[in-house]
């Protein structure tokens, strides 16, 4: 009896082999989705030419304003206040070694009896060295930028008395009598009187007459009479009036006369020397 044949379509055709058995999942199963890697692009260098460019614009941008500050400082302290550092007891008690004092300079030429004024050397008052070296350079060096007073370390600071046409009499006993009205001055120092020195003078038209209100400490107009401006201070030497004490901060207060010379007459128009 013989075995029974095999469809042909079941059977591999001559010189093939049988198909090897899988264990592939079924086609209907679907493999997690491949991406392709991100590629960043690579940032461009920044232009070197443009930033060489920027950096001396924003330098000269610098020194511009720099250079604009230093105008207004300059402008400021020349025609409108500086400050000065008060360098003895002459004026005590109003004013003490130390002190930084704000003076407007825009008003020089219209004093008052009873202003405190800041004036250069009339004739050999100060007997100053001038530094040299360095501090020298340095000091010549802010006066041209302003940041210094012209005639730095040539300035001194004091009281106005009388101004052009007064007639001022001390006797040397504690006496002071301008215009033939005597003045009572509130602001002097503790212990002191008007003056211990006798004068009597008239103050010229152009010049006023100074004081210390430490008067038995100040070397002011009373001791200069022998000058070349004898004793009286040229308006053209008055730099400004003394409006406040700035520094230290602990005496931070303005400056005024206390009304001593309110009762004071106006001179007469006759009045009035050479010096």
Do not use: C
């Not at 070694?97 to 300079?105: F, I, K, L, Y």
């Not at 100060?126 to 000091?139: A, I, R």
């Not at 041209?144 to 007639?167: A, C, F, T, Y």
């Amino acid at each position: 009896m013989t075995a029974p044949q095999e469809d042909a379509e079941d059977l591999p055709e001559a010189g093939t082999s049988a198909p090897a058995a899988t264990n592939t999942p079924d086609a209907a199963d679907d493999l997690p989705p491949s991406y392709k890697p991100v590629r960043r692009p690579t940032p461009l260098a920044a232009p070197e030419r443009a930033d060489a460019e920027r950096a001396p614009r924003r330098r000269g941008s610098t020194l511009l304003i720099v250079l604009a500050v230093l105008v207004v400082v300059a402008l400021v302290k020349t025609f409108v206040v500086q400050t000065f550092g008060i360098p003895s007891g002459s004026m005590e008690d109003t004013l003490l070694e130390g002190d930084r004092v704000a003076v407007t300079m825009y008003d020089a030429d219209d004093v008052n009896r009873g202003d405190i004024v800041v004036f250069t050397d009339p004739d050999n008052w100060l007997t100053v060295t001038e530094p040299t070296g360095v501090k020298g350079f340095v000091q010549d060096a802010l006066i041209v930028l302003h940041l210094l007073p012209e005639d730095s370390g040539h300035h001194l600071i004091k009281r106005v008395i009388g101004v052009g046409g007064d007639h001022i009499v001390a006797d040397g006993k504690g006496s002071l009598t301008i215009n033939g009205v005597e003045v009572d001055e509130p602001y002097l120092k503790s212990g002191r009187s008007a003056s211990d020195v006798a004068f009597d003078v008239t103050v010229p038209e152009g010049y006023v007459w100074v004081m210390g209100d430490n008067r038995a400490n100040s070397a002011d107009s009373r001791f200069h009479q022998d000058d070349a401006n004898g004793g009286f201070v040229p308006m053209d030497n008055v730099v400004g009036v003394a409006k406040g004490i700035l520094w230290p901060l602990s005496r931070l207060e303005g400056l005024d006369d206390g009304g001593a010379f309110d009762a004071v007459p106006d001179a007469t128009p006759a009045a009035g020397n050479t010096p």
